[in-house]
């Protein structure tokens, strides 16, 4: 408690605490305390030329995206035709891939793309959470910045190499947890052999690896930015450590929080490569964790070159318009939980 | 003084890119197949070697992407592992010329504590990629394997999960030795298979095969070689268990020599011979028969004549099966089916 005493002798000097008010406002930010009044508020014209070519071309920018993102929308769309022809919305909860027999069902690779996602987020939620309350709040800022730095390095691993550990690290390791967790709970469908090394599970953990260091990174920047008014003012009114975390620091940064982990939620939506290496793309959907399963980012980089049919072209067309639906609907979602923390946030100020 | 060299620098090498292409004059691009892109870009840099104003350029997309290419026009020739079904060859615009090039094989390999070889009869193969067959101690594994201490373990199959020549060969196999295989998953360079996990690409197939104790897969040839893995024997047609290798699988085109189709799309698994290794395949140059710029024509029909007598001579170094005499001979006289320039 050493720290803590430091601190609250400080506190007075901050802003005056009111008991019962766990958010003191500093004073407000206004022009004048940053422009000094006196010099002229009027703008040269040939600035005003600038300011207009600025935002002209930032314009064009910010509406580069959304063209991208309808010209990719509107293409797959357009591509996949056939596929909506023949199977209309059967191809959303059928289970059969068959090219030789021109069968298209995409339900195994949309229940693997969102089960291995789930599991990811099930594990990297907490986990990096818990990794980024330690560095941003436990530490001294100095250890905190070099482990970061180490984070943010991972988060530039290209993901083929985390599949090679994937493939020699993790399968093996989950062989051999696996078989005994199943000679034990086999009798639970969720846990039936046999037991690969490779499947569902692996996919999950491996992509939870992939994820966890953006929740870290991105959610000790979040938890940096609360204002240390916030915990001084907690650590003052007697609260312990735990305490100014969990009922003070997280809530105020509820809304950053949510916005890492639907980062991470995107990039293990969409992950290829490490994925197809550890899931063993079987079009199948079982009850095991240990099942092998497959993705719709695995197919489409799996079958495309080879796609000899049009159907069968127009079907992983299809897969990816689906795919890309799914993010959509999942960015939405986010934006609208953030909004939404926000508001009551704001309700609650 | 420093500006004038950097001048003659510059003017240097804009002499030396003009006449690089002034040399190169005749560019030809194609695209397909990957399985024989190690012979192909052997054989595109030995010619123009030999014929330095002949450029040939090969993207090594898959077969799928070297039929649809050469469909729309976009290469001058395509190539593929799998013949073009009779829908494909209806949709060009110029009748194309299958050209058998080399040969190659796919080979089964396993992954079995204590076993070094094994010998498969084609039931093995059809009822363990069918899940019929799901233990190593099967009486038929037992009884084509005498000798040989096969543990009390499931079988773990192993297949291509991306789309591959390699998968078209080995189901084009299982379909004419299997009637049940040829009802439910049938032919193609990716198939709906009955059981089994998926490794991408061979690489991925031997990954999963060494790394998973109980496992069979399948791979081509030349990658077992180089990568020394177990290979093993397949009982072919006359009853016989034969092992891939060069001649082997050279025997088995020789045997479908005699009855070749005009357009040499033959597929040779299975084959009748005695020392025929019976899952062995072409693999195909796609070349239009009608070829409008003269240039890259007669460039296209030197390199397509040269391939057939010195090019073969390359063949076997990279473990590729050099083709038969007689379709050799056959191949020549195709030819003369490609016309050159607007006709």
Redesign the interface.
């Known amino acids: 408690m050493a720290n803590a005493g430091r601190r609250a002798i400080a506190f007075p000097r901050l802003s005056p605490a009111t008991p019962g008010v766990a958010r003191p406002q500093p004073p407000p930010i206004t022009r004048e305390t940053v422009v000094p009044r006196t010099r002229s508020r009027r703008p040269a014209p040939r600035w005003r030329l600038a300011d207009t070519a600025f935002r002209v071309t930032a314009l064009g920018f910010a509406l580069s995206v959304l063209a991208i993102t309808g010209a990719i929308a509107v293409e797959l769309f357009v591509q996949s035709a056939a596929a909506r022809h023949a199977f209309g919305w059967s191809f959303l909860w059928t289970s059969v891939w068959d090219p030789v027999f021109s069968k298209f069902g995409a339900l195994p690779f949309i229940y693997g793309t969102l089960a291995t996602t789930a599991i990811a987020l099930a594990i990297a939620t907490p986990l990096g959470l818990g990794a980024a309350i330690c560095l941003a709040e436990l530490m001294p800022r100095r250890l905190g910045d070099g482990l970061t730095f180490l984070l943010e390095l991972l988060v530039a691993v290209p993901s083929v190499v985390y599949g090679l550990m994937g493939v020699f690290v993790l399968v093996p390791l989950m062989r051999s947890i696996g078989a005994p967790v199943e000679r034990l709970l086999g009798g639970i469908p969720l846990f039936s052999g046999p037991v690969y090394g490779i499947g569902l599970l692996t996919a999950g953990v491996l992509l939870a690896v992939m994820i966890v260091p953006y929740i870290i990174a991105v959610g000790r920047e979040v938890l940096l930015a609360v204002p240390q008014a916030q915990r001084d003012g907690a650590l003052a009114l007697g609260a312990t450590r735990w305490e100014t975390v969990r009922q003070v620091v997280l809530p105020y940064a509820r809304s950053g929080i949510l916005g890492a982990t639907f980062l991470a939620l995107a990039r293990a939506l969409g992950e290829t490569m490490a994925v197809t290496m550890v899931i063993g793309n079987r079009p199948e959907i079982a009850a095991s964790l240990f099942a092998p399963a497959h993705t719709m980012a695995a197919v489409l980089a799996n079958e495309f070159a080879e796609a000899a049919s049009d159907v069968h072209l127009a079907a992983l067309v299809e897969v990816a318009l689906v795919l890309f639906g799914i993010t959509l609907v999942v960015n939405a979602v986010a934006r609208l939980l953030i909004l939404g923390t926000r508001g009551t946030e704001r309700a609650r100020a | 003084m420093r500006r004038r060299s950097l001048r003659l620098i510059v003017v240097l090498t804009v002499a030396g890119v003009a006449f690089q292409a002034a040399r190169a004059a005749v560019l030809v691009n194609g695209a397909g197949a990957t399985f024989p892109y190690p012979i192909y870009s052997k054989w595109f840099d030995e010619f123009h070697k030999r014929n330095p104003d002949v450029q040939i350029n090969y993207q090594s997309?898959?077969?799928?992407?070297g039929?649809r290419q050469v469909t729309d026009g976009t290469v001058d020739f395509g190539a593929s592992d799998g013949p073009m079904?009779e829908e494909?060859l209806a949709a060009t615009k110029v009748p194309i010329l299958h050209l058998p090039t080399v040969l190659g094989a796919v080979v089964p390999t396993f992954n079995l504590a204590g076993v070094e070889t094994l010998r498969f009869t084609p039931e093995i193969l059809a009822g363990i990629f069918l899940g019929k067959v799901t233990r190593w101690d099967d009486a038929a594994i037992v009884q084509a394997n005498p000798g040989v201490k096969l543990p009390a373990q499931?079988i773990?199959p192993v297949h291509r999960?991306?789309?591959?020549?390699t998968t078209y060969v080995f189901t084009d196999y299982l379909t004419k030795v299997s009637p049940e295989w040829a009802s439910t998953?049938?032919?193609?360079?990716?198939?709906?298979?009955p059981v089994?996990?998926?490794?991408?690409g061979n690489e991925?197939v031997t990954?999963?095969v060494k790394?998973?104790p109980n496992t069979i897969g399948y791979v081509e040839l030349v990658y077992a070689v180089q990568n020394k893995l177990p290979v093993c024997a397949v009982r072919n047609r006359s009853g016989r268990f034969v092992e891939a290798s060069l001649d082997s699988i050279t025997a088995a085109a020789a045997s479908a020599a005699s009855n070749m189709p005009a357009d040499f799309r033959v597929s040779i698994t299975d084959a009748a011979a005695a020392d025929a290794y019976p899952i062995a395949s072409f693999t195909w140059l796609l070349v239009p028969t009608r070829i409008k710029d003269a240039e890259k024509g007669r460039a296209m029909k030197d390199f397509l004549a040269w391939m057939l007598v010195d090019g073969q001579k390359l063949a076997p170094a990279l473990q590729y099966a050099p083709l038969p005499e007689a379709v050799i001979g056959l191949e020549r006289q195709a030819l003369d089916r490609i016309t050159v320039g607007a006709t």
């Open positions: 997309i898959g077969s799928g992407g039929i079904t494909q499931a773990v999960s991306d789309g591959s020549g998953a049938g032919k193609g360079t990716a198939v709906n298979w089994g996990i998926g490794g991408k991925g990954g999963l790394q998973t």
